[in-house]
Antibody
Framework: EVQLLESGGGLVQPGGSLRLSCAAS????????MSWVRQAAGKGLEWVSI???????DYSDSVKGRFTISRDNAKNTLYLQMNTLRAEDTAVYYC????????WGQGTLVTVSS | DVVMTQSPLSLPVTLGQPASISCRSS???????????LTWFQQRPGQSPRRLLS???NRDSGVPDRFSGSGSGTDFTLKISRVEAEDVATYFC?????????FGQGTKVEI
């Protein structure tokens, strides 16, 4: 059974940093494309970043230059390093499996506020 | 970016009756290999999204057959043949043909 478990969210001041983790089980992260998708409270879904099975990476314009996606194959875990955080980055962050997001984690809440 | 527009944004429904949600894209979702990557997700209150349908009409494992998808090009529809109480949720369409992936605003289905 595929399971995705995000962690690392919390309250951070504007300009601060956080690293999110997504621990996977039931499949091998490096065999699939993996994405981060976020959702502000009461709002819609926004794709943030993707890392393909071959290691190709892409970001949305809203986070390019501030966020970094990576994975640790030994730990079967996906990461999102978030720097220079802004109030508008406040959201629940989900990791999602494969190109068309066939499985999602439960999400982790990131709040950027002073 | 491809803009996905859903309607209605709120849909009052009656148990046992059909329901329909429209999703339109600002560009054709037909890919270079001929596939159309239009996906539907269900998000129940307090839960993470769950994929229901991919490539317009392919139901994911465990999805009841009362959910169906149709459409082509830029115009797509999600239909629930007979609404059940567990179908109360927000439904999102997403295009998977172009980068970046983009989602509709969501349609809230309420009894």
């Amino acid at each position: 059974e595929v399971q995705l478990l995000e962690s690392g969210g919390g309250l951070v001041q504007p300009g601060g940093s956080l690293r999110l983790s997504c621990a996977a089980s039931g499949f091998t992260v490096s065999d699939y494309a993996m994405s981060w998708v976020r959702q502000a409270a009461g709002k819609g879904l926004e794709w943030v970043s993707i890392i393909s099975s071959s290691g190709s990476i892409d970001y949305s314009d809203s986070v390019k230059g501030r966020f970094t996606i990576s994975r640790d194959n030994a730990k079967n875990t996906l990461y999102l390093q978030m720097n220079t955080l802004r109030a508008e980055d406040t959201a629940v962050y989900y990791c999602a499996k494969d190109w068309l997001f066939d499985d999602w984690g439960q999400g982790t809440l990131v709040t950027v506020s002073s | 970016d491809v803009v996905m527009t859903q309607s209605p944004l709120s849909l009052p429904v009656t148990l046992g009756q059909p329901a329909s949600i429209s999703c339109r894209s600002s560009q054709s979702l037909v890919s270079s290999d001929g596939d159309t990557f239009l996906t539907w997700f269900q998000q129940r209150p307090g839960q993470s999204p769950r994929r229901l349908l991919s490539k317009v009409s392919n139901r994911d494992s465990g999805v009841p057959d009362r959910f169906s998808g149709s459409g082509s090009g830029t115009d797509f529809t999600l239909k629930i043949s007979r609404v059940e109480a567990e179908d109360v949720a927000t439904y999102f369409c997403m295009q998977g043909t172009h980068w970046p992936r983009t989602f509709g605003q969501g349609t809230k289905v309420e009894i």
